[in-house]
């Protein structure tokens, strides 16, 4: 996810892997640069799943189950407990959230409905966080400083 992304975005984002704060919890990895915070869930899941909003099913033996992963909730937990917690110590930041299976698209197929939070594969990461995450500057470039510092715990 990182190679990902560095081979397409400049010095003025940051990816941090493994946030583990108590204000928020463990995330996979944050992207932090002037449109603002983007959680990450990243996935390692092979399979058929099916997403229409928050909810999630899988294919198993040609039958549709609850998946066993909860992606969507987990990601709009993280997005809130990430905003309040950046609120306290920083000022209002705005923080989005994605969901990426790394995997080959041949064997993790996706079938998306009307997301809550967007749901990608590694290999059209980019052009997912196009339209939406790297759209507009959010913040001023000297405000990545200090989240970055508060996330790593300096």
């Given at each position: 996810?990182?190679?990902?992304?560095?081979?397409?975005?400049?010095?003025?984002?940051?990816?941090?892997?493994?946030?583990?704060?108590?204000?928020?919890?463990?995330?996979?990895?944050?992207?932090?640069?002037?449109?603002?915070?983007?959680?990450?869930?990243?996935?390692?899941?092979?399979?058929?799943?099916?997403?229409?909003?928050?909810?999630?099913?899988?294919?198993?033996?040609?039958?549709?189950?609850?998946?066993?992963?909860?992606?969507?909730?987990?990601?709009?937990?993280?997005?809130?407990?990430?905003?309040?917690?950046?609120?306290?110590?920083?000022?209002?930041?705005?923080?989005?959230?994605?969901?990426?299976?790394?995997?080959?698209?041949?064997?993790?197929?996706?079938?998306?409905?009307?997301?809550?939070?967007?749901?990608?594969?590694?290999?059209?990461?980019?052009?997912?966080?196009?339209?939406?995450?790297?759209?507009v500057d959010r913040?001023?470039?000297?405000?990545?400083?200090?989240?970055?510092?508060?996330?790593?715990?300096?």
């Amino acid at each position: 996810t990182a190679r990902v992304l560095a081979s397409a975005l400049d010095d003025r984002f940051i990816f941090i892997r493994n946030v583990s704060k108590r204000e928020i919890g463990y995330v996979d990895a944050v992207l932090i640069g002037p449109p603002g915070a983007l959680v990450f869930r990243i996935l390692d899941a092979t399979g058929i799943f099916f997403n229409e909003g928050a909810n999630w099913l899988q294919s198993r033996s040609g039958e549709l189950v609850p998946a066993r992963i909860d992606p969507t909730r987990e990601r709009v937990a993280d997005i809130q407990k990430m905003r309040d917690a950046l609120q306290k110590r920083i000022g209002e930041i705005p923080v989005f959230g994605i969901v990426v299976f790394t995997k080959d698209p041949r064997d993790v197929q996706l079938n998306v409905k009307e997301p809550v939070v967007p749901i990608t594969h590694l290999t059209a990461l980019v052009q997912s966080i196009g339209g939406n995450y790297l759209a507009v500057d959010r913040i001023p470039p000297q405000q990545v400083e200090p989240i970055r510092k508060y996330l790593m715990g300096e």
